[in-house]
């Protein structure tokens, strides 16, 4: 069996950033800095700003270089130094990876309308542990995966006794309260963050049920209605009116 072929593809810079992270004692915690706390738009804003007027100058992206198989929502992290460099930003914004926070700056619809959004480096990271852990699992146990109960044929959430670890308590970027869940595929292994709950309130709070569409990506509503991407995802169908995972 082959697993998490995706999960170990694409992955170098961020599991990079990752590394220093933990090598400078710095991980789930560094969420409650007074800086990461701060309302997004006042950062988002002005590296928009820069991001737009580097694109009008140059014709290209400030954005750091990443693999074809480097997920969407991932794949466009912005280069700070070359934002500076063309003196389009004095500083890095202060939650910013680069600046000791915990988000990394990225661009949506890179190729049409390029927007800034965030990365929770938070929840990446959570899934890299988790991840490990699930991995282990399945190799000690002939191929069986750490599985509760099932959303449907393809996905299921991860079972965190059989894994003997604590759910990481972290807490979706879309709402603050409530901690993020787990899924993974069934066949496969790779774990995801579980977006189903945050697209349904998004979809709810903004009567868009009637203008769904059977094959829209719901992920897409997310970034839409939010500063952040959904990292560590797979898509979401409008199924039995739910959102469900998608292989």
């Keep these: 069996m082959t697993i998490n072929r995706r999960w170990t593809q694409g992955r170098s810079l961020l599991l990079a950033l990752i590394l ?3 090598l400078t004692g710095c991980a789930y915690p560094q969420e409650l ?31 750091k270089n990443s693999e074809m198989s480097t997920p969407l929502y991932e794949k466009y992290v912005i280069d700070f130094p070359k934002l500076k460099k063309m003196n389009l930003l004095s500083t890095v914004p ?3 990876f680069e600046s000791g926070g915990v988000f990394i700056y990225v661009l949506v619809d890179a190729e049409t ?3 800034v959004k965030l990365m929770d480096l938070s929840a990446y990271q959570s899934v890299e542990d988790v991840q490990k852990k699930v991995n282990d699992y399945i190799v000690k146990h002939g191929g069986n995966m750490p599985q509760t109960v099932s959303q449907n044929d393809a996905f299921a ?4 006794k059989l894994l003997g670890m604590k759910q990481p308590e972290i807490k979706s970027v879309y709402n603050r309260k409530n901690a993020i869940t ?4 069934k066949q496969t ?10 697209i349904n309130t998004f979809i709810q709070n903004n009567a868009l ?6 094959d829209q990506d719901l992920r897409q509503i997310l970034v839409e209605k939010s500063y952040f991407v959904p990292i560590r995802s797979v898509a979401y169908a409008w199924q039995d009116n739910q959102p469900m995972p998608q292989k």
Excluded at 50 to 62: E, I, N, R, W, Y
């Design 94 to 96: 202060a939650n910013a």
């Design 20 to 22: 220093v992270i933990l």
């Design 33 to 63: 800095r007074k800086e990461n706390q701060i309302n997004p738009a006042e950062f988002i804003t002005v590296v928009q700003q820069a991001v737009d007027t580097f694109h009008t100058k140059s014709g290209v992206l400030p954005i």
């Design 209 to 214: 049920t009637n203008s769904l569409k059977p």
């Design 182 to 185: 787990y899924i993974l595929n």
């Design 157 to 160: 959430y991860v079972d965190f």
């Design 113 to 115: 309308k390029p927007v």
């Design 189 to 198: 292994g790779e774990v995801s963050i579980d977006y189903a709950m945050d």
